[in-house]
């Protein structure tokens, strides 16, 4: 999510109203999977091994928007459906809907474990919700040498009510081919996005057929059984709603700067094969 400039900022409304329309366009894409509710295109030259764009869609019957957004904000239950998370923690308020968080999470070996700092910013729209991310840099958060950080251009989600108690979730992700793929949040259990270097296409097409389906249903499953945990687990604390309830330190734009990919270790994976990974497959 970058304007040309070099300069850190919260996407404002041109920002959430481009991230929908990608969303919801059909142009320029290319489907890869279509099954039982759940679609992924790709966007990018079919003729190369890099990716430039994954979207994908789900259908959720009785998850409302307003809860699947909750689930998405919620870190604490994050533990509980997130397998492969390390840890996520927010380090500080920009704004009443914008603040800057750290996530890792680990890979199968041989693959080296990720990391993030991001900027994320959230817009409720009526009956549905829009969710963005992009990679900062923090001075007191740098890469750690147990970790690959890993830099995402442009992530988010759009949150579309169908109903009273059903919605459509969309997940969009925009990687940087010259230096570490990434996804952040949804896809964390996916390790196989967080691959450097270039895509070869065995990669892209498991993503699609297999990786991403799974990663979506999963988000689906916790969506259902998030309101009966919210009851047990102080269910009127929700910050991201209530912005009186945020006791995060305040932050200043001026405190952050652009991550690039370029800028950061360079971590050749692409030779790994699929039989490499493929058992990794089913830990997912």
């Not at 998405?72 to 390390?86: A, E, F, G, N, V």
């Not at 009443?96 to 041989?110: E, M, R």
């Not at 952040?184 to 097409?205: R, Y």
């Not at 330190?249 to 800028?263: F, R, T």
Request: hydrophobic share 30%.
């Amino acid at each position: 999510m970058s304007r040309g400039g070099e300069m850190v900022y919260i996407p404002d409304d041109s920002d959430f109203s481009s991230f929908r329309e990608q969303c919801e366009s059909a142009e320029g894409w290319h489907c890869r999977y279509n099954k039982a509710g759940v679609t992924v295109w790709s966007q990018g030259q079919e003729e190369s091994c890099t990716v430039q764009k994954i979207k994908t869609r789900i259908s959720c019957k009785d998850v409302s928007a307003e809860t699947l957004y909750d689930v998405l904000h919620d870190t604490h239950y994050r533990k509980k459906w997130d397998s492969h998370m390390i840890e996520t923690y927010d380090i500080g308020r920009l704004t009443v809907n914008a603040d800057v968080g750290y996530y890792s999470w680990k890979c199968p070996s041989p693959l080296k474990n990720r990391d993030f700092v991001t900027l994320r910013s959230w817009l409720p729209l009526g009956n549905d919700y829009i969710i963005l991310n992009y990679s900062v840099k923090h001075p007191k958060y740098p890469p750690r040498k147990d970790f690959v950080r890993a830099v995402s251009l442009q992530t988010g989600y759009l949150i579309k009510a169908n109903g009273t108690s059903a919605c459509v979730l969309y997940y969009l992700t925009q990687v940087d081919p010259r230096g570490i793929l990434s996804d952040h949040g949804l896809f964390s259990t996916q390790w196989i996005w967080a691959l450097a270097g270039s895509l070869p296409k065995w990669v892209v097409n498991r993503v699609s057929q297999f990786v991403a389906p799974k990663a979506m249903k999963k988000i689906y499953k916790a969506g259902l059984k998030y309101p009966e945990w919210k009851r047990r687990h102080d269910p009127g604390y929700k910050p991201w709603v209530y912005p009186e309830q945020n006791t995060l330190p305040s932050l200043s734009l001026a405190e952050l700067s652009l991550q690039h990919a370029d800028s950061l270790e360079h971590i050749d994976e692409t030779g790994l094969s699929e039989e490499h990974l493929s058992a990794s497959d089913h830990e997912a």
